[in-house]
């Protein structure tokens, strides 16, 4: 039952009364910043922020899946070992600098839609997240790459201060919030994990670069589970919970999975933290075995709704999201594998299929639709007429380089063999990769703008 | 149907149905069940625009006290759904693919953020809100939306 505390707080103001939708929009901009009553809410378009704040997010992450492509052709055989200083770095080029970025910058535009609660401040603290998040990324790569202890806790230290301003802020919309509903629940485990994952990502900088004694390898699994699990995992299916039924017109995912899916991942998680940390043996090993069987669970069930679309000729971006799930059960297949093989190709191929796969296919087809309907939504708002989505981002360029992210999957599972000549082709790909999605979702930003400007705003 | 909010969003869906039966057949070059589908698609929801704009929205007006708040909102993101259908029945009729494709998508995400916003917040506000009112409200809306429906839709 939700209190009448909340459900008040959140109520109150939507607008003023007798403006425009325009004037309505800076009253509401403006109020964020402004000494305004704390319920004060809205559930308008305009509530969102203005296109620069998630589009800097967007358009600065696939720089670092630039950077990881370059990385790889200049360290071919970086893939050989999931413990090679290398392959530590591309893991947190993509992570971090990719994952992390994007995910930022969209959670800032859907919170207010999902879960109702606004970001406050949302511009210092837009551009405070960006910067802290970015300057992280780099320092931690490069002290993870060169094994620099220096940069290693300036990346630690950064990145945590870009996790709790961001959770910081988030919390705080969260909590005027009255949605109740799933996707606002599991959005808060999401950042649960996210924060856990940062905490146990800091011991694991201490333990490199200061001598923490910590037991290494265990930890580092719980990072890796709490980040693909604890925080990217709720959030993508969070996300799917609503956004696969609705703009592929499937039937909803089964009540029971989505009530139960979130908390049980955050409850094992914890278990699994709780038995490793312990020093049970038999505990370190039992979280692939909960874990793999959770993940499986949720990509079998995206898949099968997606085949029941009552859309008509599967577009890239379906075709880019069926292959993440598959990517993602098949990662898990192989996290179980490496628990019991020993053989290091094995946990690789599960970070490439769940990051690069999973997370990076599913991103980059999100995203081929969160930037043009922004740029089309800005447009209209501002009272320029708006050229159709498809006019802001063509199909051809979109489904060739979801086309290439599909092929790049293969080299870099051939690069965790560990021979160089696999490692720069895959390398180039990635670079190719990365390069092309920045290169599409900057065209429809500057159609955008031009767009903008041919209005005279 | 035991709340306003499982009744509303099960409209949504059938909706949606519409929608997708008319770019079934748009997409398979059928201009003229296309055609048909859409006209039931813009029956559907201008049906269900006019429900809550006649119904819903005042009650919670009246129950709120909040005249300029998410209803007026909503209504303004109704107005522009009609604009953007409109230019969807203009691409039917021009039997242009690229541009009925290209409406169609972007008609598809705007509809689509708008029920998300209504689903998760408005009408759990308005169960919460006109909770004794609610069986009464549920019956008008039912019969109002029921006008629209009933025709089958092309496979």
Redesign the interface.
């Known amino acids: 039952m939700r209190s009448k505390c909340a459900?008040v707080a959140y109520?109150p103001?939507?607008?003023?009364?007798?403006r425009g939708?325009l004037q309505r929009g800076r009253t509401m901009r403006g109020m964020q910043g402004a000494a305004v009553s704390a319920g004060q809410r809205?559930?308008?378009?305009e509530a969102t922020p203005p296109f620069h704040v998630p589009l800097s997010f967007f358009l600065a992450a696939p720089l670092f899946g630039v950077a990881a492509g370059l990385y790889l052709l200049a360290q071919p055989e970086a893939l050989a070992s999931r413990w090679t200083p290398g392959a530590l770095a591309l893991t947190h080029l993509v992570t971090v600098g990719f994952m992390l970025l994007v995910m930022f910058g969209a959670l800032m535009q859907v919170l207010p839609?999902?879960?109702?609660a606004s970001v406050p401040a949302i511009r210092p603290v837009a551009a405070g997240v960006h910067g802290l998040a970015s300057s992280g990324a780099i320092a931690l790569a490069s002290g993870l790459a060169a094994g620099r202890p220096v940069l290693l806790q300036a990346g630690g230290g950064l990145l945590g201060a870009a996790i709790l301003l961001f959770l910081g802020a988030a919390a705080v919309g969260l909590h005027r919030s009255a949605?109740?509903?799933v996707?606002?629940r599991d959005l808060r485990i999401a950042l649960i994990g996210l924060a856990v994952t940062g905490a146990l990502g800091i011991v694991l900088v201490l333990a490199l670069s200061r001598g923490l004694a910590v037991p290494l390898v265990e930890l580092a699994n719980l990072h890796a589970g709490w980040g693909w699990l604890g925080w990217g995992g709720v959030l993508l299916a969070a996300t799917s919970w609503?956004v696969v039924p609705?703009?592929q017109?499937t039937p909803s995912y089964p009540a029971w999975l989505t009530r139960f899916w979130a908390p049980l991942v955050l409850a094992v998680l914890a278990l699994w933290s709780a038995l490793g940390l312990g020093g049970s043996a038999a505990g370190t090993r039992i979280g692939p075995w909960l874990l793999a069987p959770l993940a499986l669970c949720f990509a079998a069930a995206t898949l099968w709704l997606m085949r029941r679309t009552?859309?008509?000729?599967p577009d890239a971006g379906f075709r880019t999201l069926q292959l993440a799930m598959l990517s993602i059960a098949a990662g898990a297949l192989c996290a179980l594998a490496a628990t019991s093989l020993e053989h290091g190709f094995w946990p690789v191929a599960a970070g490439v299929l769940v990051l690069h796969g999973g997370f990076v296919g599913a991103i980059s087809a999100m995203l081929y639709?969160i930037v043009p309907?922004l740029a089309?939504?800005h447009l209209?708002q501002a009272r320029v007429k708006a050229?159709?989505?498809?006019?802001l981002l063509p199909d051809a360029p979109m489904r060739r380089q979801l086309l290439l992210h599909a092929i790049t999957l293969p080299a870099l599972l051939a690069a965790a063999s560990g021979h160089a000549w696999a490692g720069r082709i895959a390398g180039l790909l990635v670079t190719a990769e990365f390069g092309w999605l920045l290169a599409n979702l900057a065209g429809t930003a500057l159609r955008w703008r031009r767009v903008m400007g041919e209005s005279g705003r | 149907m035991s709340t306003l909010t499982e009744l509303m969003t099960h409209d949504h869906r059938q909706c949606d149905e519409a929608f997708a039966s008319a770019e079934r057949h748009a997409r398979r070059g059928e201009w003229e069940v296309a055609h048909a589908a859409l006209g039931m698609f813009a029956r559907a929801l201008n049906t269900h625009f006019g429900a809550e704009e006649a119904i819903l929205f005042p009650r919670f007006e009246q129950a709120t006290g909040m005249t300029h708040g998410p209803t007026m909102v909503m209504r303004e993101e109704h107005r522009e759904l009609r604009a953007a259908l409109a230019r969807l029945q203009q691409a039917i009729a021009e039997r242009d693919m690229d541009e009925y494709a290209g409406e169609a998508e972007t008609l598809l995400i705007m509809l689509q953020q708008h029920n998300m916003k209504e689903e998760n917040i408005l009408y759990p506000m308005c169960d919460r809100h006109l909770q004794a009112q609610r069986e009464d409200l549920a019956l008008a809306i039912g019969h109002e939306l029921a006008g629209a429906a009933g025709a089958e839709l092309p496979q």
């Open positions: 459900s109520e103001l939507y607008d003023r009364p007798g939708p809205s559930l308008s378009y839609v999902v879960a109702g949605a109740s509903r996707t606002g609503v609705m703009f017109i009552r859309r008509p000729h639709k309907f089309w939504l209209t050229p159709n989505m498809k006019k």
